[in-house]
C-alpha cells in the first residue's frame, strides 16, 4: 500500500516521509518540531533530518515564532506549497482506490477509529 504510493512520489522527488511533512504544512501550517512529529509521525531527530533535506530543495523554510522568540516554526515555501498541491490529487486518488467499496459511513467510522488508535499509540510513550 505504502509501497505503491512511495513509487508514486518518486517523480516529485519526495520520499513517503518528506511528504507526511509537507502534507502536514499544507493543512496546519507554521508548526512547530514537536507539532510536526506527532502530525507527520515521526520522532524529533528523523524529523531535523527530513526538514534538513526538504530546507535544502528549499521547499520548506525555518522561521523564528512572532509570539516566542525561542520557538522556531516549519513551513512550507511557495515552491513546497505548489509542490504539495500538485501531489495532493495523486495521493487522493490512491486513497480513493483503497477506500473502494466502503460506504461514506465506513470511512467516517475506519477514520475515527484510527484516530483513536493513533492517539492510544501516543500514550506508549509514557510507558518507555
Known amino acids: ?9 518518486k517523480p516529485f522527488g519526495l520520499n513517503l516521509s518528506e511528504w507526511r511533512v509537507c502534507a502536514s504544512l499544507l493543512y496546519v501550517p507554521h508548526q512547530t518540531l514537536s507539532e510536526l512529529s506527532v502530525h507527520a509521525t515521526s520522532d ?3 524529523l531535523s533530518r527530513i526538514i534538513d533535506r526538504l530546507e535544502s530543495q528549499e521547499l520548506v523554510k525555518r522561521e523564528k515564532s512572532t509570539t516566542d522568540g525561542r520557538s522556531i516554526r516549519i513551513a512550507l515555501t511557495s515552491k513546497g506549497d505548489e509542490l504539495a498541491l500538485r501531489i495532493v490529487p495523486v495521493a487522493k ?3 480513493s482506490v483503497i477506500l473502494t467499496d466502503f460506504t461514506a459511513s465506513d470511512v467516517q467510522v475506519l477514520r475515527a477509529m484510527l484516530l483513536k488508535l493513533y492517539e492510544n499509540a501516543g500514550a506508549l510513550d509514557d510507558l518507555a
Not at 500500500?1 to 512520489?9: I, Q, T, Y
Open 44 to 46: 524529533i531527530s528523523a
Open 1 to 9: 500500500m505504502g509501497n505503491a504510493f512511495a513509487k508514486a512520489l
Open 93 to 95: 486518488q490512491h486513497e
